[in-house]
Nanobody
Framework: QLQASGGGSVQAGGSLRLSCVAS????????MGWFRQAPGKEREFVAA????????YYVDSVKGRFTISTDNAKNTAYLQMNSLKPEDTAVYYC????????????WGQGTQVTVSS
C-alpha cells in the first residue's frame, strides 16, 4: 500500500513537499515515481527514481523546480516542489514502478496540489 500526503494550497512561487510511504512492500523491489492529473487532462509522468543506481528522470516542465528522493530506510519517497506555478495544479499520485520498464505497478491515493496566481 502506498500512502501519499503533503498536498495543499499555495500561492505561485511557493513550495510543497509530498511524501509517499510504502507499507507492506520494500523499496528494493521497485523504482518509485510521481504522476499528476489536472482537471480534464490525462495523468502524466512527473518524476521517477531508480532504486538500484538512483537514476532520476523528470518531465521537462518541472526540471530545476522539483526534486524526487527516497529514504529507503523509511520506505518513503518524496517530491520537493519549489517555484510552484498555477499549471502545477493537479492531483499528485505516487507509484511503485517496475524495475526494468518503469511501468507503474501500484498506485497510491492522490493528494491535491493547488497553486493560485
Amino acid at each position: 500500500q502506498l500512502q501519499a500526503s503533503g498536498g495543499g494550497s499555495v500561492q505561485a512561487g511557493g513550495s510543497l513537499r509530498l511524501s509517499c510511504v510504502a507499507s507492506g512492500r520494500t523499496f528494493k523491489n521497485y523504482n518509485m515515481g510521481w504522476f499528476r492529473q489536472a482537471p480534464g487532462k490525462e495523468r502524466e509522468f512527473v518524476a521517477a527514481i531508480s532504486y538500484s543506481v538512483g537514476t532520476i528522470y523528470y518531465v521537462d516542465s518541472v526540471k530545476g523546480r522539483f526534486t524526487i528522493s527516497t529514504d529507503n530506510a523509511k520506505n518513503t519517497a518524496y517530491l520537493q516542489m519549489n517555484s510552484l506555478k498555477p499549471e502545477d495544479t493537479a492531483v499528485y499520485y505516487c507509484a511503485a514502478l517496475d524495475l526494468r520498464t518503469n511501468n507503474p505497478l501500484y498506485w497510491g491515493q492522490g493528494t491535491q496540489v493547488t497553486v493560485s496566481s
